[in-house]
């Protein structure tokens, strides 16, 4: 019934209803998309001239909101380094004792593709060794794979509750002291999709200890010639690897590598803007989104190279710009941060940056909400509350949207995109986190757009643009900071009234 009531209400809403003028506008909205996702944006890539425009653009905007700068000494903007790495020529040769005679093993042509943390990196006579999931504690990996070259499982793991990730494990293996991480890549289509990925350049944060000398993937057939002619079964590792005891299983051979690699260091920027609380009690809100896109990403020739990104993420972005402008007026009790991230689309960099270097102590967070691929779907819908389930807020989330006539989305559908959002890096870490959209409740139109315009040059501003959804989503982001942002509400005071009720 509430449902039907809200419909009623945003269908009238192309009149002048007073009742509404205090709310965000589809044209407010679309103005900041407009601009956002114009060609003059270059599809805002980190590092371009777009991204100038873009941070430019966002930090302008919030101070018109009302905002102060939320970075340290009140600036808008926190440098975030990145590094973008190229695989280019290599030389990789895996030798084997053969009693006093070295002999080279034969793994197959383009069976293994490696990139250095440096332009040049030289590996001579390094051990080998199969580090399985690598699930084992950093302090029990040292002893074995310290100074060594380590193969590590990059999927197809046990179907563990919480099982870490690649990017976790792989972690473990770096602070050990591996010197390589080479991921064991499965199925032959499978490993030609990702090798061919794997050669074109990919942007990683620019921090110390992150990569190890050499890192790479190599096929699994090729890896299983490597092990038999090492004296080992490939089956046997694969069995015992998800076992208790399994930590790392070591390979009687030898390998040199000499790896060329494209290395290109540049700075992009967190945007970052601040609502001063009035009565601060040291807890906040963070509102987040990420600025970035994929730049120039047509094929050579096409008329239209630009992508555009209007969906991906200038809606998100133009949720946040105008949400901080309500709540600036609103005057809340608590702090509100404001981010806009980079690099999002390079694997949740910016966010990972902000995490890293966080201008508040990520403790005092009430509640993160992030942004992403709001306007898809039209007014009046269900919303996705992307994070349910991961903290104790929950029951918040409810009430507020019992509150504003929502209705959620409790399909459980939406929970696949969680760790594909910046949210993630948050939930991770234990901070509640929410995307909270009516665009990911919408599975049809959902489903089109990633099948369709999704990171292609044909998202961009045109008829198809639909802000129903994301206009309201932008309202429920004012009523969740008015909820979380005022101590009268979060938390609820006790009061004699609550109790005799
Ligand atoms: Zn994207």
Redesign the pocket.
């Known amino acids: 019934m509430r449902l039907l009531f809200f419909a009623v209400i945003a269908s009238i809403a192309f009149f002048p209803v007073p009742a509404f003028a205090d709310g965000i506008t589809q044209e407010q909205l679309r103005a900041h998309i407009d601009i956002l996702a114009s060609d003059a944006f270059e599809g805002r890539k980190p590092g371009t001239a777009g991204e100038n425009k873009t941070v430019n653009y966002i930090a302008t905007q919030w101070l018109k909101a009302g905002l102060s700068g939320g970075a340290p000494d009140s600036g808008w903007y926190m440098k975030v380094g990145l590094v973008e790495r190229a695989p280019g020529a290599q030389d990789i040769t895996f030798l084997r004792q053969a009693g006093r005679r070295t002999r080279k093993i034969d793994i197959g042509d383009g069976q293994i593709v490696l990139r250095g943390s440096q332009a040049a990196s030289q590996i001579s006579s390094a051990e080998l060794v199969h580090a399985g999931y690598a699930t084992a504690s950093v302090d029990e990996l040292r002893p074995e794979v310290e100074g060594k070259v380590a193969f590590l499982f990059l999927s197809g793991q046990p179907l563990v509750p919480d099982f870490p990730s690649y990017r976790e494990r792989k972690a473990r293996l770096i602070a050990a002291g591996a010197n390589g991480v080479i991921a064991v890549i499965r199925g032959k289509n499978r490993w030609l999709r990702f090798e061919r990925r794997f050669r074109l350049p990919a942007t990683n944060l620019d921090r110390e200890g992150l990569h190890a000398q050499v890192e790479g993937m190599i096929s699994e057939a090729g890896l299983a010639r490597l092990l038999r002619k090492s004296g080992l079964k490939p089956a046997d590792i694969v069995e015992s690897a998800g076992g208790q005891n399994f930590v790392v299983q070591p390979i009687a051979a030898t390998v040199n590598m000499s790896v060329e690699t494209g290395v290109r260091t540049f700075i992009s920027h967190n945007v970052i803007g601040k609502i001063a609380g009035q009565r601060p009690d040291g807890q906040a809100l963070l509102y987040m989104g990420h600025w970035d896109?994929l730049g120039i990403c047509g094929d050579e020739g096409e008329s239209d190279r630009i992508c555009n990104g209007a969906v991906?993420?200038a809606s998100g972005i133009s949720l946040l710009i105008e949400t901080a402008r309500q709540l600036a007026d609103a005057r809340p009790d608590r702090d509100i941060y404001f981010l806009a991230t980079t690099a999002?689309?390079n694997g949740l960099l910016g966010a990972r940056a902000f995490v890293a270097d966080p201008v508040i102590a990520l403790d005092k967070l009430i509640a993160v909400f992030n942004a992403d691929t709001v306007a898809l779907t039209a007014e009046g819908r269900k919303i996705a509350v992307i994070g349910m389930g991961q903290s104790a807020l929950d029951p918040q989330i409810d009430l507020v949207a019992e509150q504003e006539g929502r209705e959620i989305d409790m399909s459980g559908k939406p929970d696949v995109y969680l760790a594909r959002q910046d949210g993630f890096v948050f939930t991770e870490i234990g901070v509640p986190a929410f995307m909270i959209t009516s665009a990911f409740a919408d599975e049809e139109r959902l489903n089109a757009f990633l099948d369709g315009r999704y990171?292609d040059v044909s998202d961009e501003v045109d008829g198809e643009l639909v802000l129903g959804g994301a206009t309201d989503d932008a309202n429920f982001h004012v009523s969740l900071g008015r909820h979380f942002g005022n101590i009268a509400t979060y938390p609820k005071k006790p009061t004699s009234g609550d109790v005799q009720n």
């Open positions: 896109h991906d993420n999002e689309e990171h």
